[in-house]
């Protein structure tokens, strides 16, 4: 029987290299838009530098291999061109609609993107009406992972504890944030641990995986 003084009542999923297989498309995109600058950059390394980090701080990182500040128009470029891309190559993580579906536990899904970047991926992948009206960005906050503002922030606008969420994250950030919050946090090591992953997380290899830990 579930103890109910350690019962989930809502699921707090991130979206990218959570619920869709975005990050590597992104970081192509990174790779094609930054060598217009004389940046080097190969995907390989913008996923490994800019897994679960702010758009922010990815973008100081460019600078300083730039040498020099970007155009104003950087940014906006870059999120067309990753927009462009998304809607050609994106699919969901393995599992993530038939996992969304059989859930028995309310859920909501809180990331550092946008909002139209986090729909964008959504409705590519099919799984954008399972998440309607409980889609939290770290814009509307305006405080990124590893920061816990976002998650508390979910939490509270959905009238649950803390101590009552799970968090599925796939990144370092994304699960700092959600230990932070005070939230457990399962995190989804598709490919292999992360050396520096904290104690005290749940790991899963699959989606597939997920429903025991929220026992």
Known sequence: MKDPGNAID?????????????EVVAAQAWSEHVAAYG???????ALAQFRGVSMKLCLARI?????????????????????VMLEQRLQPIAGALEMVQALAVPYALASNAP????????????????FAGRIYSAYDVQRWKPDPALFLFAADSLGVAPSRCAVVEDSLPGVQAGLAAGMKVIALQEHGVHPEM???????????QLHPHLA
């Not at 600078?63 to 870059?78: D, T, V």
């Not at 986090?118 to 399972?130: A, Q």
């Open 63 to 83: 600078e300083e291999l730039h040498g020099k500040p970007l155009p104003a128009s950087f940014e906006a470029e870059l999120r067309a061109l990753m927009a």
């Open 10 to 22: 809502l699921v707090i999923f991130d979206c990218d290299g959570t619920l869709v297989d975005s």
């Open 198 to 208: 904290p104690d005290g997380v749940s790991v899963i290899a699959r989606l597939a």
């Open 115 to 130: 909002h139209h970047k986090i729909e964008l991926c959504l409705r590519v992948t099919g799984l954008l009406p399972y």
């Open 39 to 45: 940046v080097d950059l190969t995907a390989q390394q």
